[in-house]
């Protein structure tokens, strides 16, 4: 069965300082990972996906992250905040891409200070 | 382009009544559909998934129905809600399997049950 963790229920940083947002993730297959965004009352976004190409992902509004199988990872990384990035972010992982696998974590909520 | 529709945006119903929530697909043919639910403070729960017209997957037993009238309308239904059906609603959707592993999402419907 597939699992993810995040492991930051919060995490706030500053305008301008890097973001890092955690995510684990078990499989039994070889998986398909995402992270989605989700501004308040609204639907979610996509920001990037990894599906078995390249290990390092790059998304929109300058997030990237790095797929890392020797520690089922996906973490979520930006290089500077921005006031706008405030909003829930969701790490998904789904085995051979099937939506009907997709498994979201918990969520991390995401708070830019001025 | 394809562009995905939920309403109600918002909707308070007392406890015992009925619901029906709708979400259209425009823009494609065939899509799988899904309804998801998110509880204050949690992540997404998949509650039910579509493959084709009255085909309907349940994920989880619940108070809730589903149903597939047409190619790319999918509605959420119960005969009387519970105080435990409030959340935020989001129907998604992907291509059939093997085309695509991302899911779009609408922009939701919050459910308040009083």
């Known amino acids: 069965a597939q699992s993810v963790t995040q492991l930051d229920s919060h995490v706030s940083v500053s305008e301008g300082t890097p973001v890092l947002l955690r995510c684990n993730y078990s499989?039994?297959?070889?998986?398909?990972l995402f992270w989605y965004v989700q501004h308040p009352n609204k639907g979610l976004q996509l920001l990037l996906k990894?599906?078995?190409?390249?290990?390092l992902v790059k998304g929109i509004n300058g997030f990237e992250a790095e797929f890392k199988k020797s520690e089922t990872s996906f973490h979520l990384t930006k290089p500077s905040a921005h006031m706008s990035d405030a909003a829930e972010y969701f790490c998904?992982?789904?085995?051979?891409?099937?939506?009907?696998?997709?498994?979201f974590g918990p969520g991390t909520r995401l708070s830019v200070l001025p | 382009s394809q562009t995905i529709h939920q309403w109600p945006a918002t909707l308070v119903q007392p406890v015992g009544s009925p619901l029906s929530l709708e979400c259209t697909v425009e823009?494609?043919?065939?899509?799988?559909l899904y309804w998801y639910r998110q509880a204050a403070g949690r992540g997404l729960q998949l509650l039910f998934y579509?493959?084709?017209?009255?085909?309907i997957s349940s994920e989880v037993p619940q108070n809730l129905s589903a149903s597939r009238p047409q190619d790319r309308q999918f509605i959420l239904s119960s005969k009387k809600l519970l105080l435990s059906d409030s959340g935020f609603y989001l129907c998604?959707?992907?291509?059939?399997?093997?085309?695509?592993?991302?899911?779009?999402f609408g922009p939701g419907t919050r459910l308040t049950v009083t």
């Open positions: 823009g494609t043919s065939n899509p799988n």
């Open positions: 998604a959707w992907d291509y059939a399997s093997g085309r695509s592993d991302e899911q779009y």
């Open positions: 998904v992982v789904s085995d051979r891409g099937y939506g009907q696998n997709f498994v």
């Open positions: 579509s493959v084709g017209i009255g085909q």
């Open positions: 499989s039994s297959y070889s998986p398909s």
């Open positions: 990894y599906t078995s190409a390249a290990t």
